[in-house]
């Protein structure tokens, strides 16, 4: 059944997190800092020292329309596979939305609307987010208004059109309504965009207005504890625990709804599964961006977070996986791999579609290109298993269906997909310019 609770991991670690810090005095931000991007309840979330946070009725009946959401054994990819293995993973792709996103967009927005909010907006990637805060908005009678990356913008036209039938406007970013998507616009007119230009333009907007919010679909904690409704209920549905678990990662979200309840299970020491994080190697934030303080947005809006990051004017090459093209990653999940509590590794556009294609081909379901980075993780964790003749139980996260993504599948397909291999000069440059971080303001 669906959880009644969302559970906050961060009271279980060995440590706490680095706070966010003001830009200006560089201490730490405050409720008063955040309040005009966010309602107070969400505030509190963020920096919330319960384990445990009561899920509100309301979000309840509509998280029903689509949870429980299924955990299904792969047995005929393991078939294929020929692996000793055994293969379950937790499908999100039944969410009106076809991801894991209204998991929080759906509190997001009711949070929002019981503060008197009128507007949300936000940024999306491969229009995932975008679409699932469209659908939660429309349930609390709030508008809705999105930048959406260029590159993803022109790629997926379809995710445009269903934000704009539940009610969205949709803008290409960067774009010529704000102040920051015209500076990039100015400097260069083809930008492909990143998700942190499009943030920028999001938080511009919902900062000069006093009846709009803003809205991120990952990164910061009180969306990974909203997600983790994924993971307590598979803790629930598995007939076995798992050896590993296996999760893509962008900004970090999918993964830590994943994840976090079997890490609490493994830190109260009644499990003891390897944790794994996969993010492409175009975007490779965990495998080759640095622990460091850096703005959240291109243009510096946001507060400074501590993260993995590969620099937030480091725009990606235009994979298909949008939903990871984020030049930083969660700043809790960025704390917990300096303490060693998971793994991570990056895998190559062309890996990650052939392990869309071979388990589509085999258990039906067409993956977005997001978790087709989990499943070539999976797919070559089974193979080992193979070779190796170890029965290991993997557990992985299909966070969303790949129907509007046919157009990357056809180019696969017919042999134009590019692999993007980054330069280490193109990671440096980004680097060079991470804010430096100065002794407090009295």
């Known amino acids: 059944m669906t959880p009644s609770h969302w ?3 961060v009271p279980d670690l060995p440590a706490p997190p680095p706070p966010p810090l003001h830009p200006g005095t560089m201490r730490p931000v405050g409720p008063d800092d955040l309040a005009p991007l966010f309602p107070a309840e969400l505030i509190a979330q963020e920096v919330s020292g319960d384990r445990f946070v009561e899920i509100p009725q309301e979000v309840l009946d509509v998280y029903r329309l689509w949870r429980p959401t299924p955990l299904m054994r792969a047995r005929r990819l393991e078939k294929a596979l020929g692996t000793p293995a055994r293969i379950y993973y937790k499908y999100e792709g039944v969410s009106p939305a076809g991801s894991h996103k209204p998991n929080t967009a759906v509190p997001q927005a009711y949070y929002n609307a019981r503060q008197g909010v009128r507007r949300l907006t936000t940024e999306t990637g491969a229009g995932q987010w975008g679409s699932a805060l469209a659908f939660a908005c429309a349930q609390y009678d709030l508008e809705c208004e999105v930048w959406m990356v260029r590159a993803s913008y022109d790629q997926k036209p379809y995710r445009r059109s269903l934000m704009r039938l539940y009610g969205a406007t949709v803008h290409a970013s960067p774009s010529s309504v704000t102040s920051a998507g015209s500076k990039v616009l ?17 938080v511009e907007v919902a900062g000069a207005s006093d009846d709009t919010r803003y809205a991120l679909g990952s990164v910061l904690n009180h969306v990974l504890m909203h997600q983790t409704v994924i993971g307590e209920e598979a803790l629930e549905q598995l007939p076995e625990m ?37 993010e492409p190697e175009a975007c490779p934030s965990f495998t080759r961006g640095v622990y460091a303080y850096d703005f959240g947005d291109t243009a510096g809006f946001t507060p400074l977070l501590k ?31 300096e303490l060693g509590m998971f793994e991570a590794v990056a895998t190559s556009q062309k890996e990650c579609f052939q392990a869309g294609v071979r388990f589509a ?15 070539a993780e999976t797919i070559a964790e089974a193979l080992r298993c193979r070779e190796s003749g170890q029965e290991k139980v993997i557990l992985t996260a299909l966070c969303g269906h790949g129907h509007f993504d ?20 193109r990671i440096s440059a980004a680097l060079s310019t991470l804010p430096v971080i100065r002794t407090p303001s009295p």
């Open 307 to 337: 993260m993995h990051t590969l620099g937030h004017d480091f725009v990606p090459d235009p994979i298909h996986a949008g939903g990871l093209r984020y030049h930083g990653m969660s700043p809790l999940l960025s704390h917990m791999y």
């Open 186 to 202: 100015a400097e260069e007119p083809g930008s492909p965009g990143s998700l942190g230009i499009a943030i920028s333009e999001a």
């Open 242 to 278: 798992p050896d590993v678990v296996i999760g893509c990662t962008g900004g970090g979200s999918n993964f830590a709804g994943l994840v976090f309840p079997f890490l609490r299970e493994k830190l109260a020491g009644r499990i003891s599964p390897v944790l794994r994080a996969v």
């Open 7 to 9: 559970y906050n991991i």
């Open 406 to 425: 046919l157009a990357a599948y056809d180019r696969f397909l017919g042999g134009e997909m590019e692999d993007f291999s980054l330069p280490e000069e």
């Open 361 to 375: 081909r085999a258990e039906g379901i067409v993956p977005a290109p997001e978790p087709t980075h989990a499943l």
